[in-house]
Nanobody, 121 residues
Framework: QVQLVESGGGLVQPGGSLRLSCAASGSILGIITMGWYRQAPGKEREFVAAISWSGGITYYADSVKGRFTISRDNAKNTVYLQMTSLKPEDTAVYYC??????????????WGQGTLVTVSS
């Protein structure tokens, strides 16, 4: 069992910055990847960013590349998303996601409940 808890969402003006955090807990043997997805009203859920745990390799959607930075804290089982130069189109519910290794080499995906980011003046 893995639980993901997001924090850091809120209201920010266009051009502003916001930092999201997601902490993983539970019966985790290891973390394979963690990342972020988002879903705006009336739109499909889309990939935002991800990071591999062992090598720290990062992946970004084209829409956020150069503006968002994903990072991790291995000791805290936490992933961060530093968002800068925010645009109104970044408004969405942001979901933390991860793939985790459990005992017996089993793996599972887990999702957080989401945190709302609203970019508006």
């Amino acid at each position: 069992q893995v639980q993901l808890v997001e924090s850091g969402g809120g209201l920010v003006q266009p051009g502003g910055s916001l930092r999201l955090s997601c902490a993983a807990s539970g019966s985790i043997l290891g973390i394979i990847t963690m990342g972020w997805y988002r879903q705006a009203p009336g739109k499909e859920r889309e990939f935002v960013a991800a990071i591999s745990w062992s090598g720290g390799i990062t992946y970004y959607a084209d829409s956020v590349k150069g503006r968002f930075t994903i990072s991790r804290d291995n000791a805290k089982n936490t992933v961060y998303l530093q968002m800068t130069s925010l645009k109104p189109e970044d408004t969405a519910v942001y979901y933390c996601n991860g793939r985790f290794t459990l005992y017996r080499s089993a793996s599972m995906d887990a999702w957080g409940q989401g945190t709302l980011v609203t970019v508006s003046s």
